[in-house]
C-alpha cells in the first residue's frame, strides 16, 4: 500500500472529524435556552429561594466559563483546547472536567458494547448463513423470522421488557445500575460478578435487539453468493459440503458484513445510549443522556467528539484491512 | 467413423430428470440414451431450455431440489473400472467428480473464487479427493496442469481478478484435468468469451483430451464450432435426443425435421443474407405436446405423430433418429407431405445485408 493513500485517507479524516466537530459546536448553541440559568432556577424550585443578584452570578459564572465571549470566539477557544487533549469542564458537575467524566463512563460502555457487539456478530452472522444454505434444515432457516422480530421492537422497549419480567416478576436479575449500590468499585471475585450479574440484562437487551441485523445482512449476501458459479463449480469439483460451506461460501459472504462490523465498533459509544438509560447503567450512554437535558455544552462536545472519532477512525480501519480480506481491492494501483 | 472405435467410457441409459415445480411436473430430461467412446467429442445442441444443460448436470449428479433425477444408469470409466453414477452413495459420488467425470463450467468469468489464489483452488481439488503427496508434491502437480493449458507457473499465485476471461476459462479446464477424468462436460465453454480466444480455448480442451483420451460432451449454441470440433453431434429437443449422428452427415443430411431445420437455419454461402427459421417456439416443458413433441412446428408432421411417440431408429452406420418419417433401419419410409397438416410453410427471413 502506499503511503500517499494513507496521508490521503488521514487528511480526509481529520477534515470529517473537524466539520462534524464544528457542526456539533453549533448545533447546542441554537438552542436559547441558558444552561447555568436553568441550574439555578432548578436549585431555587427545590430550596425555595432565588437570590436577588442572579443575573450578577450567572454573568459571573458565563465569565468562569468563557460564555460571555461572542461565539466565534468561543469556537476557536474550543478547538484549541480541543487540540490540547483538554474538553473542558462541565458545566453542571463542575469542578470535574468533561476527560473526568468521560473517562469514568466509557470503561463500562465500552465493556458491554464489545462484548455484546462482537456475539451479535458471531451468533447474528452464523445464523445467517446457515439460513440461507440450502442444505440447512427448515428449523435454522426459520430462526431468523423471530429475530427479525425482534430487530423491530425499538431496544429501549425491549429492556423495559426485561427488566420487567426478568427483573421485576421473577427478580432473579437486578434492574438497575451496574454493580450494587454501596460498593465501591474494586477487582475482588465478588464485584466483578456482580457486575456480571448486573451487565446480563443489558447485554441480552443489545443481543437480541439487533442479532436480526446481523443475520439478516448474512441470509442476503449469502442467498447472492450461494448462486454464483465460484460456489457451484466447488461442488463440480467434488469438494466436501463443509470445505464448500467455509472457504466459497461464508468467505465470500461474509465481506460486507466485516464492514458493517467495524462501523459498529465505531459506533460502539453510541449505539448503547438508550439501552444505558433504561437500566440506569453508569456508561457514556446515561452521561450523554444526563448532559443533553442540562444543556451541559462541553460534555456534549466531548462525547459528541469522542465518537465522531471512533467512527471515523474505524472507517479508516475498514479502509485498510479491507485488502487484506478481498484481494480485489488494492490501493497501490492507479 | 474411427472415433467410435475406442473403448465406450460413458454409457447413459434411460436417463429421466423431473422437475417438481408449483407450476406442476416438468421432465426436462426424457429418456436419452448415450454412449460416449475414448477419445470422442460429441456436440450436444438445441435450443434454449430443451434440457442440455440439466442434462450436464443430471451426469455429474448435481441436479438440486426441486430436480430429481427419475431413473436411469450412467456407467462412467471403461470396461473394467465402470461405476454406475447413480448408485454411489454421496461421499462416493464426491469422489467420482473430478476423478471420473469434470466439468468444465459455462461462466468461466465467475467460477473461480474470487478471494483464493489459484493455487489454492487447485490444492483444495486434490485434497479433496485425497491426492497424496506433500504440498509442494501438489504444487507440482497443479503446475504441470496448469502448463498443459499454455499458462505461465505465475498464474498459480495469483487471484482470479488478476487474469484475463480466456485465461480464467483455461485455469477451470486445467482443474478439470487434474485427475485425469475419462469424460469430461464442457457447457459452452466459450460463450462467455471473444472469437479469437473461443478458437484457442477450444484447441486447448482438444489438445488436453486427446492427452488424456478422454471423452468429451461439448455442449453448445454455435453450430460453426460444432462442425470444426466434433465428431457426432448429438440434438435434443424437448428434454430428448432426437438424433444422433456423425458431424458430416449431420450438416451435409440430418435426418429428423428439427435436425433439418436447425441445419438450415444456419447462413451459407450460397444463400447470402437469407436465413430459414424455425416456426414456432420451443414448447414449455409443462405442457408438452402428445405424440411426438416436435409435431407442432413440423412441416411433416402426419396424423401419428399428434398421438404417437416416434420409436428409436437405428441406421447401419448407427446414426439414430427418432422420427415417424423413418422405419427400423432409418429409412425413409414416409414421403415429405409440406404443410401436409396445414402448418405455415417455413418462412424465408430477410436479412438487410450490409
Given at each position: 500500500?502506499?503511503?500517499?493513500?494513507?496521508?490521503?485517507?488521514?487528511?480526509?479524516?481529520?477534515?470529517?472529524?473537524?466539520?462534524?466537530?464544528?457542526?456539533?459546536?453549533?448545533?447546542?448553541?441554537?438552542?436559547?435556552?441558558?444552561?447555568?440559568?436553568?441550574?439555578?432556577?432548578?436549585?431555587?424550585?427545590?430550596?425555595?429561594?432565588?437570590?436577588?443578584?442572579?443575573?450578577?452570578?450567572?454573568?459571573?459564572?458565563?465569565?468562569?466559563?468563557?460564555?460571555?465571549?461572542?461565539?466565534?470566539?468561543?469556537?476557536?477557544?474550543?478547538?484549541?483546547?480541543?487540540?490540547?487533549?483538554?474538553?473542558?469542564?462541565?458545566?453542571?458537575?463542575?469542578?470535574?472536567?468533561?476527560?473526568?467524566?468521560?473517562?469514568?463512563?466509557?470503561?463500562?460502555?465500552?465493556?458491554?458494547?464489545?462484548v455484546t457487539t462482537i456475539i451479535t456478530f458471531l451468533v447474528g452472522t452464523a445464523i445467517?448463513?446457515?439460513?440461507?444454505?440450502?442444505?440447512?434444515?427448515?428449523?435454522?432457516?426459520?430462526?431468523?423470522?423471530?429475530?427479525?422480530?425482534?430487530?423491530?421492537?425499538?431496544?429501549?422497549?425491549?429492556?423495559?421488557?426485561?427488566?420487567?419480567?426478568?427483573?421485576?416478576?421473577?427478580?432473579?436479575?437486578?434492574?438497575?445500575?451496574?454493580?450494587?449500590?454501596?460498593?465501591?468499585?474494586?477487582?475482588?471475585?465478588?464485584?466483578?460478578?456482580?457486575?456480571?450479574?448486573?451487565?446480563?440484562?443489558?447485554?441480552?437487551?443489545?443481543?437480541?435487539?439487533?442479532?436480526?441485523?446481523?443475520?439478516?445482512?448474512?441470509?442476503?449476501?449469502?442467498?447472492?453468493?450461494?448462486?454464483?458459479?465460484?460456489?457451484?463449480?466447488?461442488?463440480?469439483?467434488?469438494?466436501?459440503?463443509?470445505?464448500?460451506?467455509?472457504?466459497?461460501?461464508?468467505?465470500?459472504?461474509?465481506?460486507?458484513?466485516?464492514?458493517?462490523?467495524?462501523?459498529?465498533?465505531?459506533?460502539?459509544?453510541?449505539?448503547?445510549?438508550?439501552?444505558?438509560?433504561?437500566?440506569?447503567?453508569?456508561?457514556?450512554?446515561?452521561?450523554?443522556?444526563?448532559?443533553?437535558?442540562?444543556?451541559?455544552?462541553?460534555?456534549?462536545?466531548?462525547?459528541?467528539?469522542?465518537?465522531?472519532?471512533?467512527?471515523?477512525?474505524?472507517?479508516?480501519?475498514?479502509?485498510?484491512?479491507?485488502?487484506?480480506?478481498?484481494?480485489?481491492?488494492?490501493?497501490?494501483?492507479? | 467413423?474411427?472415433?467410435?472405435?475406442?473403448?465406450?467410457?460413458?454409457?447413459?441409459?434411460?436417463?429421466?430428470?423431473?422437475?417438481?415445480?408449483?407450476?406442476?411436473?416438468t421432465r426436462a430430461v426424457d429418456g436419452v440414451n448415450l454412449t460416449l467412446y475414448a477419445?470422442?467429442?460429441?456436440?450436444?445442441?438445441?435450443?434454449?431450455?430443451?434440457?442440455?444443460?440439466?442434462?450436464?448436470?443430471?451426469?455429474?449428479?448435481?441436479?438440486?431440489?426441486?430436480?430429481?433425477?427419475?431413473?436411469?444408469?450412467?456407467?462412467?470409466?471403461?470396461?473394467?473400472?465402470?461405476?454406475?453414477?447413480?448408485?454411489?452413495?454421496?461421499?462416493?459420488?464426491?469422489?467420482?467428480?473430478?476423478?471420473?467425470?469434470?466439468?468444465?463450467?459455462?461462466?468461466?468469468?465467475?467460477?473461480?473464487?474470487?478471494?483464493?489464489?489459484?493455487?489454492?483452488?487447485?490444492?483444495?481439488?486434490?485434497?479433496?479427493?485425497?491426492?497424496?503427496?506433500?504440498?509442494?508434491?501438489?504444487?507440482?502437480?497443479?503446475?504441470?496442469?496448469?502448463?498443459?493449458?499454455?499458462?505461465?507457473?505465475?498464474?498459480?499465485?495469483?487471484?482470479?481478478?488478476?487474469?484475463?476471461?480466456?485465461?480464467?476459462?483455461?485455469?477451470?479446464?486445467?482443474?478439470?484435468?487434474?485427475?485425469?477424468?475419462?469424460?469430461?462436460?464442457?457447457?459452452?465453454?466459450?460463450?462467455?468469451?471473444?472469437?479469437?480466444?473461443?478458437?484457442?480455448?477450444?484447441?486447448?480442451?482438444?489438445?488436453?483430451?486427446?492427452?488424456?483420451?478422454?471423452?468429451?460432451?461439448?455442449?453448445?449454441?454455435?453450430?460453426?464450432?460444432?462442425?470444426?470440433?466434433?465428431?457426432?453431434?448429438?440434438?435434443?429437443?424437448?428434454?430428448?435426443?432426437?438424433?444422433?449422428?456423425?458431424?458430416?452427415?449431420?450438416?451435409?443430411?440430418?435426418?429428423?425435421?428439427?435436425?433439418?431445420?436447425?441445419?438450415?437455419?444456419?447462413?451459407?454461402?450460397?444463400?447470402?443474407?437469407?436465413?430459414?427459421?424455425?416456426?414456432?417456439?420451443?414448447?414449455?416443458?409443462?405442457?408438452?405436446?402428445?405424440?411426438?413433441?416436435?409435431?407442432?412446428?413440423?412441416?411433416?408432421?402426419?396424423?401419428?405423430?399428434?398421438?404417437?411417440?416416434?420409436?428409436?431408429?437405428?441406421?447401419?452406420?448407427?446414426?439414430?433418429?427418432?422420427?415417424?418419417?423413418?422405419?427400423?433401419?432409418?429409412?425413409?419410409?414416409?414421403?415429405?407431405?409440406?404443410?401436409?397438416?396445414?402448418?405455415?410453410?417455413?418462412?424465408?427471413?430477410?436479412?438487410?445485408?450490409?
Amino acid at each position: 500500500m502506499k503511503l500517499s493513500y494513507l496521508f490521503r485517507r488521514l487528511v480526509f479524516l481529520v477534515i470529517v472529524i473537524w466539520t462534524a466537530a464544528t457542526l456539533l459546536f453549533f448545533i447546542p448553541r441554537l438552542s436559547p435556552v441558558n444552561p447555568i440559568r436553568e441550574r439555578f432556577l432548578a436549585i431555587a424550585r427545590s430550596t425555595g429561594y432565588l437570590p436577588t443578584d442572579l443575573n450578577t452570578i450567572i454573568a459571573s459564572f458565563e465569565t468562569k466559563f468563557g460564555l460571555d465571549k461572542p461565539l466565534p470566539q468561543q469556537y476557536v477557544d474550543y478547538m484549541r483546547s480541543v487540540l490540547r487533549g483538554d474538553l473542558g469542564v462541565s458545566l453542571m458537575s463542575y469542578p470535574k472536567t468533561v476527560n473526568q467524566l468521560i473517562g469514568e463512563a466509557l470503561p463500562w460502555t465500552l465493556g458491554l458494547l464489545t462484548v455484546t457487539t462482537i456475539i451479535t456478530f458471531l451468533v447474528g452472522t452464523a445464523i445467517g448463513a446457515l439460513a440461507s444454505w440450502p442444505k440447512s434444515p427448515q428449523w435454522v432457516k426459520g430462526m431468523v423470522t423471530p429475530l427479525i422480530v425482534l430487530a423491530a421492537i425499538p431496544p429501549q422497549v425491549l429492556g423495559l421488557l426485561l427488566i420487567y419480567f426478568v427483573a421485576f416478576k421473577l427478580n432473579i436479575l437486578p434492574m438497575t445500575g451496574a454493580f450494587d449500590p454501596g460498593d465501591l468499585p474494586n477487582l475482588s471475585i465478588t464485584f466483578i460478578l456482580d457486575v456480571a450479574r448486573h451487565a446480563i440484562l443489558p447485554s441480552l437487551t443489545l443481543v437480541l435487539a439487533y442479532i436480526g441485523f446481523w443475520a439478516l445482512g448474512m441470509r442476503g449476501m449469502g442467498v447472492t453468493v450461494q448462486g454464483e458459479d465460484y460456489v457451484l463449480f466447488a461442488e463440480h469439483k467434488g469438494l466436501p459440503q463443509n470445505r464448500v460451506f467455509y472457504a466459497y461460501y461464508v468467505r465470500n459472504a461474509i465481506l460486507p458484513q466485516v464492514t458493517s462490523l467495524a462501523l459498529a465498533f465505531g459506533g460502539i459509544i453510541s449505539a448503547g445510549v438508550l439501552v444505558e438509560s433504561v437500566f440506569g447503567f453508569p456508561g457514556i450512554g446515561s452521561t450523554l443522556t444526563a448532559a443533553i437535558a442540562a444543556n451541559d455544552y462541553f460534555v456534549i462536545y466531548g462525547i459528541g467528539f469522542i465518537t465522531i472519532l471512533a467512527v471515523g477512525v474505524s472507517m479508516l480501519v475498514v479502509d485498510l484491512i479491507y485488502p487484506l480480506l478481498d484481494p480485489r481491492i488494492r490501493y497501490d494501483r492507479k | 467413423m474411427t472415433t467410435t472405435t475406442g473403448m465406450p467410457v460413458l454409457q447413459v441409459s434411460d436417463l429421466r430428470v423431473t422437475y417438481y415445480t408449483d407450476a406442476g411436473r416438468t421432465r426436462a430430461v426424457d429418456g436419452v440414451n448415450l454412449t460416449l467412446y475414448a477419445g470422442e467429442r460429441l456436440g450436444l445442441v438445441g435450443e434454449s431450455g430443451c434440457g442440455k444443460s440439466t442434462m450436464a448436470l443430471a451426469l455429474m449428479r448435481m441436479i438440486k431440489p426441486p430436480g430429481r433425477i427419475e431413473t436411469g444408469s450412467v456407467l462412467v470409466g471403461p470396461a473394467g473400472d465402470q461405476v454406475d453414477t447413480l448408485k454411489l452413495t454421496e461421499q462416493q459420488m464426491l469422489q467420482a467428480r473430478l476423478s471420473r467425470i469434470a466439468y468444465i463450467p459455462q461462466g468461466a468469468m465467475n467460477s473461480l473464487n474470487p478471494v483464493m489464489k489459484i493455487q489454492s483452488q487447485m490444492i483444495d481439488a486434490m485434497r479433496a479427493h485425497n491426492v497424496k503427496g506433500d504440498h509442494d508434491e501438489l504444487v507440482r502437480r497443479a503446475e504441470v496442469a496448469l502448463e498443459s493449458v499454455e499458462l505461465r507457473r505465475t498464474v498459480m499465485r495469483m487471484y482470479p481478478h488478476e487474469l484475463s476471461g480466456g485465461m480464467k476459462q483455461r485455469v477451470c479446464i486445467a482443474i478439470s484435468i487434474l485427475l485425469s477424468p475419462k469424460v469430461i462436460i464442457a457447457d459452452e465453454p466459450t460463450s462467455a468469451l471473444d472469437v479469437v480466444v473461443q478458437r484457442q480455448v477450444m484447441e486447448t480442451i482438444c489438445r488436453v483430451q486427446e492427452k488424456l483420451g478422454a471423452a468429451v460432451i461439448l455442449i453448445g449454441h454455435d453450430m460453426g464450432l460444432m462442425a470444426q470440433i466434433t465428431n457426432r453431434v448429438a440434438v435434443m429437443y424437448a428434454g430428448k435426443l432426437v438424433e444422433l449422428s456423425t458431424v458430416r452427415e449431420m450438416f451435409t443430411n440430418p435426418l429428423h425435421p428439427y435436425a433439418q431445420a436447425l441445419i438450415s437455419s444456419l447462413p451459407n454461402l450460397e444463400n447470402k443474407g437469407v436465413f430459414q427459421s424455425i416456426p414456432g417456439l420451443a414448447p414449455s416443458l409443462l405442457r408438452l405436446p402428445n405424440g411426438c413433441t416436435f409435431h407442432p412446428r413440423c412441416k411433416y408432421a402426419m396424423d401419428v405423430c399428434k398421438t404417437l411417440a416416434p420409436p428409436q431408429s437405428v441406421t447401419p452406420s448407427g446414426r439414430y433418429v427418432f422420427c415417424h418419417l423413418y422405419d427400423r433401419e432409418g429409412n425413409r419410409v414416409q414421403q415429405p407431405a409440406v404443410a401436409g397438416n396445414g402448418n405455415a410453410p417455413h418462412q424465408k427471413v430477410p436479412v438487410a445485408e450490409n
